[in-house]
């Protein structure tokens, strides 16, 4: 893994970067971001402040000794841990053998894996109680024996009723355990109520310091396990209405604390409460969707880490991010950037089309439909997708025109941010400067309408340097139901 950089949290730097998040947040909601400059922008702040994000970790013999031995320290210099929300789904099935690999080798210390038990009483893993999102089988996972489990196909991704069936099965827990037990740690989300189960898989591969329990229970409950569990790796979950957890644990304080929030508001959320939990233990943060670490997600992130992860370690006490995308903020770890323009590229925002309909666009509804107020008097759909803004209600039949200025002269390939549930998701053309369409490019179905993914179109062109107009068209006679986040340019290299 990359070196990463190193933050030193002063209440002067705090303030600034909280500030300078807000303000970059009402940019967006107001319609006037402007990536190139606010990225420019951020990256001058990053290189003002000079300083680095974390420390460097422990030693140790594997990267899962070196991981506990991390997980472990609370201290002023303690090392971002990194969390993959049910491993590396965006490039295998969530929950896979193959995803879990994937995450360890883009740098996640943590896989989060969710457990359920079969009617037999053996722990697997799905998220879901049943197996129909994931699998191309139904009904409740304690309702199958493991063998028909076992049998069952797992879908790409995030699954859903449109999302390709793949060859992988469902793995056991055990699988996993051992998967991971020189790679790294696993979070055993949904397990408590099969801990005594869990546990005994732990025993069997030698992995009790692997896996990490999780639960909002009683504290009473959770202590009386950890009593007669010698080695036992604990987190809490605290909202608002548990947080007196914490002061019963008393000196026993569990290794970290998953703190959830839906509003900066919040008791949980503030700054007291937080310096309390990081004195004895780690600061969990989920920044998968919005109403976890309230709007401070990964797609936040990618606009602005000040709007997301840099302001959940400078301002919140973060050292440990569950994440639904491990790549970038890995990157944004070692580099400080969120989602960095290739070198010579171009990006437009889905939300910066040239005004007017029929000018600038086409939309068959005169009215926004979508949860972003951002361009009034604008019929586009523009929404917050978990913090991404991106154009919704896709539909065949619209248009849309933006206005590209090209660094430089040479020849530049397309590139759409988006995503989708469905299969097919949608079609459409890129035509430059008034001229002809292209043909027409599939969008590949992302298993989620909040998960973007940048996808090549194949389509090139040859651009002088100057201002160019972009128009993306959307084909009548195709079906579309997507989400567009940015546009992208990336020169040819030779």
Do not use: C
């Not at 303690?78 to 080798?105: D, G």
């Not at 290794?255 to 233990?281: C, G, H, Q, W």
């Amino acid at each position: 893994m990359s070196a990463r950089k190193h933050v030193r949290v002063g209440a002067v730097v705090v303030a600034t970067a909280l500030a300078l998040s807000s303000a970059v947040a009402g940019a967006v909601e107001s319609g006037t971001r402007q990536a190139t400059a606010v990225g420019h922008a951020v990256a001058d702040v990053a290189a003002q402040r000079g300083s680095d994000l974390g420390g460097p970790g422990h030693g140790g013999s594997t990267p899962a000794e070196r991981a506990y031995r991390d997980l472990l320290d609370h201290g002023p210099q303690a090392k971002i841990l990194t969390a993959a929300h049910r491993a590396q789904w965006r490039v295998a099935p969530e929950n896979s053998i193959p995803a879990i690999v994937a995450a360890f080798e883009d740098g996640a210390e943590i896989v989060e894996l969710d457990v359920q038990l079969t009617a037999d009483g053996v722990p697997v893993l799905m998220h879901d109680t049943t197996v129909d999102r994931t699998t191309d089988g139904t009904g409740r996972v304690d309702s199958l024996t493991l063998a028909q489990i076992e049998r069952l196909r797992l879908k790409q991704g995030l699954g859903g009723s449109q999302a390709a069936l793949t060859d992988e099965r469902v793995p056991t827990l055990e699988d996993a355990m051992r998967l991971a037990k020189h790679r790294g740690l696993v979070n055993l989300d949904k397990g408590w109520p099969f801990r005594e189960e869990i546990w005994d898989v732990l025993v069997d591969t030698g992995t009790v310091h692997n896996g990490i329990y999780k639960s909002d229970a009683p504290v009473a409950e959770v202590q009386a396990f950890r009593s007669t569990h010698q080695g036992a790796v604990y987190m809490h979950i605290v909202t608002d209405t548990n947080m007196a957890a914490v002061d019963q644990f008393g000196d026993d304080q569990p290794v970290a604390y998953e703190v959830n929030f839906d509003s900066t508001a919040d008791a949980v959320a503030r700054r007291p409460f937080l310096d309390r939990i990081a004195a004895k233990s780690r600061v969990w943060s989920n920044t998968m969707w919005n109403g976890l670490s309230e709007r401070m997600t990964d797609e936040a992130s990618l606009i602005d880490p000040l709007r997301g992860w840099e302001a959940l370690v400078r301002g919140y006490r973060t050292t440990v991010f569950q994440t639904d995308d491990v790549v970038h903020l890995e990157r944004w770890l070692a580099t400080g950037v969120g989602d960095p323009l290739p070198r010579g590229g171009v990006r437009v925002q889905a939300e910066d089309f040239v005004p007017g309909e029929g000018a600038g666009y086409h939309d068959l509804d005169a009215a926004n439909r979508s949860n972003l107020q951002m361009r009034p008097g604008e019929g586009v759909d523009i929404q917050d997708t978990d913090g991404a803004v991106s154009l919704g209600w896709m539909r065949g039949g619209e248009w849309l025109t933006y206005e590209v200025v090209v660094p430089r002269d040479g020849t530049y390939e397309v590139s759409v941010r988006a995503s989708s549930p469905y299969s097919p998701a949608g079609t459409y053309t890129v035509a430059f400067d008034d001229g002809a369409p292209s043909a027409p490019v599939a969008v590949r179905n992302t298993t989620s309408h909040a998960k973007q993914e940048l996808q090549p179109s194949g389509v090139t062109q040859r651009l002088t340097r100057g201002t160019h107009t972009l128009r993306i068209s959307l084909p009548e006679n195709a079906y579309q139901n997507w989400n567009l986040d940015y546009v992208q340019l990336d020169p040819e290299r030779g």
